[in-house]
Nanobody
Framework: QVQLVESGGGLVQPGGSLRLSCAASGRILRMDTMGWYRQALGEQRELVARITRGGDTNYADSVKGRFTISRDNAKNTVYLQMNSLKPEDTAVFYC??????????????WGQGTQVTVSS
């Protein structure tokens, strides 16, 4: 199985920045798309940003120009740099990844989530 461990969440003032990290471990043969989702209280989980193995990215309209997703393929790690944070960005952020494990079976895994709170 593949485990995803997120870090970097916390409390930040409006206009501030945070950087989230998500490291994958396990019998990973190939890591394909990695991404970040978020779920605010009482809301559905939504896509924030994702990045393919080749580096193609897409973002939710609400974060374009403020958030940047990147990855380190050698470390099976994905990052989310969040700038100009707003109170409406407050949510639990989840990492997601898919790919192939040791016998080429597909996997799709989620992290446990990390809280991001934007408040003065």
């Amino acid at each position: 199985q593949v485990q995803l461990v997120e870090s970097g969440g916390g409390l930040v003032q409006p206009g501030g920045s945070l950087r989230l990290s998500c490291a994958a471990s396990g019998r990973i043969l190939r890591m394909d798309t990695m991404g970040w989702y978020r779920q605010a209280l009482g809301e559905q989980r939504e896509l924030v940003a994702r990045i393919t193995r080749g580096g193609d990215t897409n973002y939710a309209d609400s974060v374009k120009g403020r958030f940047t997703i990147s990855r380190d393929n050698a470390k099976n790690t994905v990052y989310l740099q969040m700038n100009s944070l707003k109170p409406e960005d407050t949510a639990v952020f989840y990492c997601n990844a898919d790919g192939r494990i040791n016998d080429w079976r597909p996997f799709n895994s989620w992290g446990q989530g990390t809280q991001v709170t934007v408040s003065s």
